[in-house]
């Protein structure tokens, strides 16, 4: 499993485009097929260039731009470059970097180029629509935009070599004619990409979003423990997000969630040395308020039951981020702050666990909108017999569904209103304010007291 970001991918396409530019710059070609091996290359690599660019801008939206009579000129300089691009003569061997193992430091970088580009396809279908909760990093327009500048901008540096490489081409045996023919001049190739650079950084898109961004990954199987952490989170959060617009009807992946909320606010805070035995350390430390927070949610949700047996997968993943946060942060054994350690790994821990925190805040912004959802449709039932007396005096016909032998009813208004509470405090003790795309938790608003009255006649298989 790699955990290779979308940053990550273009640098490294980078550093072998500049290693094969040198490469070229000092050295000649041993032979004939050296040189068709490199021109080869370098056509691979304008194709993938032309690839990533549409997977930036993506099918979607491509027919709307070039329709516009007033397109972003980025986007707009962008599709130009796209089009100019060629993709070699016809009697050019075809380029390997998709199928054949890289005979040249440009197969790599091309390599690099379509994997940054399919890892946005993990995130935005082909028809615009999201897969996960990041796709407004990929939609958002100063992201996209400082992406394409960038792609330019390796357009320009690759094109660049296109004179030296049609020089040490010939200089290698093969004749002018059909040097001159594979490589004609590039002058309008790099002008084209020279004015993406231009307008990107005209209107101030230099810096994008995108490059901390990770594949929707669905393995999380030989990484290192504080990565598979990570991306254990992950998944989860992106399960939350899914269940936000499919419910499974199961309260029980609420509590799941809610139980990795309150274990990774735990472990953080006895990372940081904070014994949670101590209140006085409790209420200083924003991550044992936030365990505080999320385990008082944990019993709310535990006094439900509802009709869906569960996300098994999610459940599966909650257990292993048990495990391996009972590996990495023990909690009986506080050795003081970890987080001021100037080791790499500890830091990286740290960075894995506050990134935990975040995610999981967020996960539970939407799971309080999943839990609206299936309380307005009567999804979510109490037990008759978890009502006080109190409670019975007050809603005769809690009490006369009792009597009757009813074991079951819809979750009254005041449990519900009183679980969102409990969301909204976890929410309050986030570390990061809510995203653009998230749900809004004071918005949500069960239904009416009325409908309460009707209560379930028949048993049903109700599992937590």
């Keep these: 499993m790699s955990t290779a970001t979308y940053g990550f991918l273009f640098d490294e396409a980078v550093r072998h485009l500049e290693r094969g530019r040198r490469a070229l710059h000092l050295d000649r070609f041993d032979d004939k097929k050296h040189a068709e091996t490199t021109v080869t290359a370098y056509y691979g690599l304008l194709d993938a260039a032309q690839h990533h660019i549409w997977a930036l801008i993506t099918p979607a939206r491509m027919a709307g731009v070039l329709a516009t009579e007033h397109p972003h000129p980025v ?76 792609v330019g901008g390796f357009v320009a540096q690759l094109a660049a070599t296109q004179h030296a490489l049609a020089l040490r081409a010939g200089q290698a045996g093969l004749r002018w004619e059909r040097v001159g023919r594979w490589l004609p001049p590039g002058e309008r190739t790099r002008t084209a990409a020279l004015e993406v650079v231009r307008v990107a950084e005209l209107i101030g898109a230099t810096v ?18 504080a990565d598979r952490l990570g991306e254990l989170v992950a998944r989860i959060r992106r399960t939350a997000w899914n269940v936000r617009q499919q419910p499974d009807y199961s309260v029980r992946t609420l509590a799941d969630v809610a139980r990795v909320g309150f274990e990774v606010a735990v472990h953080t805070a006895t990372f940081h040395g904070v014994d949670l035995r101590d209140q006085q350390a409790v209420r200083r430390d924003p991550s044992a308020r936030r365990a505080s927070a999320w385990l008082t949610l944990m019993g709310d949700l535990r006094g439900y039951l509802s009709s869906g047996p569960g996300n098994g997968q999610l459940h ?79 809603r005769p016909d809690l009490a006369a569904a009792k009597l009757k032998g009813v074991r079951l009813v819809p979750a009254p208004t005041d449990r519900i209103e009183s679980t969102l509470d409990r969301y909204r405090d976890v929410a309050r003790e986030g570390i990061l304010p809510v995203a653009r795309h998230t749900v809004d938790v004071t918005s949500a608003s069960p239904r009416s007291r009325i409908d309460d009255a009707h209560v379930i006649g028949r048993e049903c298989a109700m599992q937590r």
């Excluded at 629509?129 to 935009?145: H, Q």
């Excluded at 292993?320 to 790499?344: E, I, K, N």
Aim: with cysteine.
């Design 75 to 150: 986007e707009a300089a962008a599709i130009a470059l796209a089009q100019k691009l060629q993709v070699g003569p016809d009697d050019l061997p075809p380029h390997p970097q998709v199928t054949s193992p890289s005979r040249h430091e440009w197969d790599q970088a091309g390599r690099h180029l379509r994997a940054a580009a399919d890892l946005l396809a993990t995130h935005v279908s082909v028809t615009g629509g999201a897969r996960t909760p990041d796709a407004a990093v990929v939609w958002d327009p100063v992201a996209r935009n400082a992406a394409l500048g960038r």
């Design 316 to 394: 599966a993943d909650a257990s292993a981020v048990h495990q391996l946060l009972s590996t990495l942060v023990p909690r009986d054994r506080l050795v003081g702050d970890r987080g001021m350690s100037a080791s790499p790994d500890e830091r990286h821990l740290g960075a894995a666990l506050h990134g935990g925190c975040a995610a999981l805040v967020q996960a539970g912004e939407w799971n309080a909108a999943t839990f609206t959802r299936l309380a307005r449709s009567e999804q979510v039932y109490v037990p008759v017999e978890r009502f006080s007396r109190s409670e019975l005096s007050e």
């Design 208 to 225: 994008t979003d995108l490059d901390g961004l990770s594949a929707a990954s669905t393995e999380v199987v030989g990484i290192r423990p």
